[in-house]
C-alpha cells in the first residue's frame, strides 16, 4: 500500500510479504523504489528521501510492530538505524485496513511499537461505521489540502536510539568549533544557531543544499556529533539530523531548517521537531537564546513550508510527555512490480 503518512509518503508492506533476510529485503526494496537513480525512474521512489521510504508491518498482541526503513535514492543503502514519526501516522490505518487490529468504535486506538528502536506510541484513528475515514478538515503544513487527524502519543521517546536524551551529557557541547546541542528525543538531533554558521535561517532548502561550504562544514559536525551521542561512525547513516534554528518569524517558537542529513527537509520530521521543542525549552541549549518562550506545552516548530504543532512536557532534563497531530492517507492499494 502505498500511503502518504504526515509529510512524508512510502510503501507499507506486511512483514510476511517481505523476505526475511535483511540482505534480500534490502535488495528487493532498492528494486522496488528505482534505486540508485537520483530520478529513481524505474521504480516508486519519489526521488527524495522524503519520498523513499518503506514501512513493515507485523502483528504483535493487540497492536502491532513498525519497522521503518529508509530507501536511499541515489546510492545503493538501506538504513534501519532510526525512526520516521511521519510514516508512523499511516501505520494505524494500515494495520486496520490490513486486519491485524480490530475496530472498536468511532476512534480505534493503535498500539505501535517502533522496533528500529524500541519505543511506542498509540496512534488514534477515527473509524466511524467501522472502517478508516481519511477525509476530514484537519491541516498540517507541507501538504495540500486536510484530512482526518491522527493523533499519536508517543511513550519512551527520550534516548531511543542514543539511550539519552542529552547523549553527550550536556545541553551545549562545541562540535568542529561550533556550539551545539546534542538531543534525542525520538529522532538523535544536532541543533545549530543559524548565526554561528553564518547563515539567517530562512533561506530556502535549494539555497541551504547550494551552499558547497556550508554542507562541508555541517558534514564534519554530523561526523564529530555521530561519535559523542554514542551511534559510531555515521558516515553511511542518515541520523544524527541537523537543524539549523532561528528567532521565529511568524507565530512560532523556534524557526528551522533540517538536513536529513545531507539534503534539506521541505518542512520537519515528526520525531525531529519533538527533539528540537526539547532544546526550545530546556534551560542551557543554544536554541533557547532564539526561541520564544511557549505559553504551555503545545509549540509551532516553524520549518519551510510552515510549521508543525508538538506537545513536549519536561520534568527537569526528563520529559514526562510528547504527543503531536498528523494525518494519513491512502494513495495506492495493490501490487509493485521491481526490475529483475
Known amino acids: 500500500m502505498l500511503m502518504r503518512g504526515g509529510t512524508s509518503k512510502g510503501a507499507y508492506f506486511l512483514a510476511e510479504d517481505l523476505p526475511t533476510d535483511p540482505a534480500e529485503r534490502d535488495d528487493l526494496l532498492l528494486r522496488v523504489m528505482g534505486s540508485p537513480d537520483p530520478r529513481q525512474i524505474d521504480g516508486i521512489g519519489g526521488a527524495h528521501p522524503l519520498t523513499s521510504k518503506v514501512a513493515v508491518v507485523q502483528p504483535n498482541g493487540p497492536g502491532v510492530d513498525y519497522h521503518f526503513l529508509q530507501v536511499g535514492v541515489d546510492h545503493p543503502a538501506v538504513s534501519d538505524r532510526q525512526n520516521c514519526g511521519n510514516l508512523l501516522a499511516g501505520i494505524g490505518p494500515f494495520a486496520i485496513e490490513r486486519g491485524l487490529v480490530e475496530v472498536t468504535g468511532e476512534q480505534t486506538a493503535v498500539s505501535i511499537r517502533m522496533t528500529n528502536t524500541g519505543g511506542r506510541a498509540v496512534a488514534h484513528v477515527p473509524t466511524p461505521g467501522g472502517v478508516v475515514e481519511y477525509a476530514g478538515d484537519t491541516a498540517i503544513d507541507g501538504v495540500p489540502g486536510t484530512a482526518a487527524a491522527i493523533v499519536l502519543d508517543f511513550e519512551d521517546t527520550a534516548g531511543s536510539s542514543c539511550g539519552a536524551l542529552l547523549p553527550t551529557g550536556s545541553a551545549q557541547d562545541e562540535l568542529a568549533g561550533v556550539s551545539a546541542t546534542c538531543v534525542?528525543?525520538?529522532?538523535?538531533?544536532?541543533?545549530?544557531?543559524?548565526?554561528?554558521?553564518?547563515?539567517?535561517g530562512d533561506e530556502t532548502p535549494a539555497e541551504l543544499e547550494s551552499n558547497a561550504a556550508l554542507r562541508e562544514r555541517l558534514e564534519r559536525i554530523r561526523l564529530e556529533a555521530g561519535k559523542r551521542m554514542n551511534l559510531g561512525d555515521v558516515t553511511t547513516l542518515t541520523v544524527p539530523k541537523l537543524t539549523i534554528v532561528s528567532a521565529p518569524r511568524a507565530d512560532g517558537v523556534i524557526a528551522t531548517r533540517t538536513f536529513i542529513p545531507h539534503r534539506v527537509h521541505a518542512s520537519i520530521g515528526v520525531l525531529g521537531a519533538a527533539s528540537v521543542a526539547v532544546s526550545a525549552i530546556l534551560p542551557g541549549s543554544v536554541a533557547v537564546d532564539v526561541a520564544r518562550p511557549p505559553t504551555g506545552?503545545?509549540?509551532?516548530?516553524?520549518?519551510?513550508?510552515?510549521?508543525?504543532?508538538?506537545?513536549?512536557?519536561?520534568?527537569?532534563?526528563?520529559?514526562?510527555?510528547?504527543?503531536?497531530?498528523r494525518t494519513a492517507r491512502k494513495l495506492f492499494d495493490g501490487h509493485v512490480f521491481p526490475r529483475r
Open 184 to 200: 534525542d528525543n525520538g529522532m538523535p538531533t544536532v541543533v545549530l544557531r543559524a548565526t554561528d554558521l553564518g547563515v539567517r
Open 297 to 325: 506545552p503545545r509549540m509551532r516548530i516553524e520549518h519551510p513550508s510552515g510549521a508543525l504543532e508538538v506537545e513536549v512536557e519536561l520534568d527537569g532534563d526528563r520529559v514526562t510527555r510528547t504527543a503531536i497531530v
